[in-house]
């Protein structure tokens, strides 16, 4: 069985986060979808979350490619994957080839697990959605 893990804050859910969570269910036999708390995405973006935590968490959980939701407390992938193995972890391409996710990618290697890369959804972002409300 594989076991996948992906995150995201997934506010204001749109297609691209479906389109993510179907493509990564399609590559593996259970998915485990990391939701960022409220704290973490203030802690690194310094913005509050349109949707509450809780609320993110439950329209997360009834999308039928997700096994599991738990909360992501920390932006550290290693440590979640030392606490809870999974064999490989879907991640936006736009980090591939960083030096934090080629370091990612050799620590992962050690416990047999892997990171692929899937692309995004063209035209479509929390942040844009951001700016159409802020027109309007």
Known sequence: MIIGYTTGVFDMFHIGHLNILRRAKEKCDY??????????????????????????????????????????????????????????????????????????????SNYEARIEYLSHTEGISSSSLRKKLRKE
């Open 31 to 108: 998915l485990i979808v990391g939701v960022s708390t409220d704290e973490l995405v203030q802690s690194y973006k310094h913005k509050t979350p349109i949707i509450p935590f809780e609320q993110r968490c439950a329209i997360v959980k009834a999308i039928r490619y997700v096994d599991e939701v738990v909360p992501q407390v920390s932006m550290d992938k290693l440590a979640f994957l030392k606490e809870r193995h999974f064999d490989v972890m879907f991640h936006g391409d736009e980090w591939k080839g960083t030096e934090l996710y080629n370091r990612y990618e050799e620590e992962f």
